[in-house]
């Protein structure tokens, strides 16, 4: 089971080392024993003013007594600990001796007694700089270390002319190592992973292996291929893991390809040969199309001839989002989030890259109309250089919002009377149904990992806040008019049923100027462009839409603004209206009033008057007038 999940197609990207590792490390500099292996190299004690009784005689070589102050000593006791660092102390004894071999050797009578192989002579840099001669005592009692400390370091350096290294401690087993760190990297970076399109907040690199996997299971995986010599145990396996590798495991995932589901389901039960061989070529034949979709979102931007947009729509945000149980059983106020992401699949996202279009069903609709409104905004306040020929628009298939003739009439119309006489080709490309994964989706998952955090939202400017950090919000219907697009394209375009290609099996539709006006194109493939150019337009009719503005304001069913009013006095009791968080709910009701739960009508907006102690009308109840739902946000 463990391989066939390891080989899945839908995993296609090998694993690679980690690059600048950002993860948190442990703090070696503050733990017991570095504290402990610090404190060994700093004064015990202070410095001593030599004893000795060398004056600098003529035949006493020694200057301790005679050319040394208090202050020479002190200073260069504490140059020597200045750094309490082994290594760093024995470069400083190193650089005050000098050794030579003895001039004479005098005979020994114990045949163990071995002669001096080396004579040291010791030298105290004073405070002026001047280097004095002294004896082995002075220069002990100067830096407080022992004998055979000094005589070691300088020992070593004349035999291994080499300065002195840190030999203590360390991996003595790393050697013996190496061969099972290799098998390890072999078979990690065999693996096949994926990119997540949600939360990349962390770092571009983060790829994910299967839910049913684990680190445990991945050492048993592993111990299993290699040979008895190259088994490693469960910590080792996972301190190579974490530490060289970005790799997470994903979680189980709702809003896979039916079509691949349905693929792996009927490999299972297939027993024949034939068939297994027939539905495996067909299940890689649908990864590879879904791919080729990628590799044009992957394109690199430093063609300067196209410009690239990639859009869709957010899940409805809840208004109000409290932690409240009853709200998963009350309707809710719907606030809409429509981004428009410049770029590739691996863009940055920001204020310059991002635009999000935001508004409430109270303000407008979510059909064709809208994401055809906040597109012709794109087109026509985007600053297009002279060398774009090609704008390139990425989106899926939802036929009620994307992938419809009100868009693909918009656009014919905007490249027609409203594009820069440069731009000549506009390109709409669909992913493989099931493999819509583009920039929106990220975007999307970053502010859901906000509002998660966030237990309650009670207006359409706390959602707004948030979608501000990863980019420009503009809001639909009063930055960005809503024209009735439906309206005059369905009066100027045939019906889909009545164009020279099937407009529902195409993944790529190509608008491009012509002499005679535009010409139209679907493609059913990615790559290979057969095809045939004609017009859309009816008998008689030009491509010249001025669009009606559609005025805000949309009619709310009388039964949830009734379910809404009760969410809200359960939560926050009867005297919710003086709540000053919850002013867009007031000004909701001061149009529209809605019996209260006790049977009281709340007309909310100011302080509540003996009008509104009053039963409420039957016109009241029954439905909310149009007219009073003009709210924008």
């Known amino acids: 089971m463990t391989s066939n999940i390891v080989s899945n197609s839908t995993m296609n990207e090998l694993l690679v080392v980690a690059e600048n590792n950002t993860s948190r490390k442990r703090i070696t500099t503050k733990s017991k024993r570095e504290l402990a292996k610090k404190n060994r190299y700093v004064p015990k004690s202070l410095p001593v003013f030599p004893l000795c009784g060398h004056k600098g005689k003529p035949q006493q070589p020694y200057q301790c007594s005679s050319f040394l102050t208090m202050r020479d000593i002190k200073h260069f006791h504490d140059a020597f600990f200045k750094k309490p660092d082994k290594i760093a102390q024995d470069h400083f004894i190193l650089k005050h001796c000098t050794t030579y071999i003895p001039k004479r050797a005098r005979k020994r009578k114990e045949e163990n007694n071995k002669p001096k192989s080396l004579s040291v002579s010791y030298y105290v840099k004073r405070k002026d700089g001047l280097l004095v001669h002294v004896c082995r005592q002075t220069f002990m009692g100067i830096l407080g270390v022992k004998k055979d400390r000094i005589l070691n370091i300088l020992k070593r350096y004349k035999n291994e002319n080499q300065m002195p290294l840190e030999r203590r401690g360390g991996d003595r087993t790393k050697g013996k190592n190496n061969n099972k760190r290799a098998a390890i990297k072999t078979f990690v970076e065999s693996l096949t992973c994926i990119q997540s399109h949600y939360c990349r907040s962390k770092t571009a690199h983060r790829f994910y292996l299967p839910a049913e996997l684990s680190i445990r299971e991945l050492w048993r995986m592993y111990n299993n291929r290699v040979n008895l010599d190259l088994q490693v145990k469960e910590s080792f396996f996972r301190y190579l893991f974490v530490r060289t590798y970005n790799v997470g495991f994903g979680t189980p995932k709702t809003d896979l390809c039916s079509t691949c589901l349905q693929f792996q389901e009927k490999i299972k039960t297939v027993t024949d040969p034939g068939i297994i061989n027939a539905l495996t070529v067909q299940q890689r034949l649908h990864k590879i199309r879904a791919n080729v979709f990628y590799e044009f979102l992957k394109e690199n931007q430093e063609n300067l001839e196209v410009v690239m947009f990639s859009f869709d729509c957010q899940k409805n945000l809840a208004l109000p989002k409290i932690p409240d149980q009853a709200a ?306």
């Open 328 to 633: 998963y059983f009350s309707m809710q106020l719907n606030f809409y989030h429509f981004a428009v992401v410049e770029g590739s699949s691996k863009g940055k996202l920001n204020q310059h890259t991002v635009r999000s279009y935001v508004w409430t069903e109270l303000d407008h609709l979510r059909g064709s109309n809208e994401i055809a409104s906040a597109l012709y905004h794109v087109l026509t306040t985007y600053e297009f250089s002279d060398t774009v020929k090609t704008i390139r628009l990425f989106c899926d298939g939802c036929g009620a919002q994307n992938k419809n003739s009100i868009v693909i009439g918009m656009l014919s119309n905007w490249l027609l009377n409203a594009s820069p006489p440069n731009i000549e080709n506009v390109d709409v490309i669909f992913p493989v149904v099931g493999h819509s994964y583009i920039p929106p989706d990220r975007l999307f998952g970053q502010i859901e990992k906000l509002t998660k955090r966030k237990p309650e939202i009670t207006c359409p400017e706390d959602y707004i806040k948030i979608i501000e950090k990863w980019g420009k919000v503009i809001k639909l219907g009063v930055d960005a008019p809503v024209f009735d697009w439906k309206t005059k394209v369905q009066g100027v375009l045939k019906p889909p049923s009545q164009w020279h290609f099937k407009f529902q099996l195409s993944k790529r539709i190509l608008i491009s100027k012509s002499d005679n006006g535009y010409t139209i194109r679907g493609e059913s493939m990615y790559k290979n462009n057969v095809g045939s150019e004609n017009s859309l337009l009816r008998r008689g009719r030009k491509m010249n839409i001025e669009p009606n503005r559609i005025a805000t304001g949309v009619p709310v069913k009388h039964d949830k603004l009734v379910s809404i009013t009760k969410l809200i006095e359960k939560h926050y009791g009867e005297e919710w209206r003086k709540n000053k968080s919850l002013k867009f709910f007031n000004k909701v009701f001061k149009k529209n009033p809605v019996a209260s739960t006790s049977g009281v009508t709340a007309i909310i907006g100011g302080e509540p008057s003996d009008e509104s102690l009053e039963e409420p009308s039957e016109d009241t109840a029954k439905f909310c007038m149009p007219e009073n739902l003009n709210f924008g946000i």
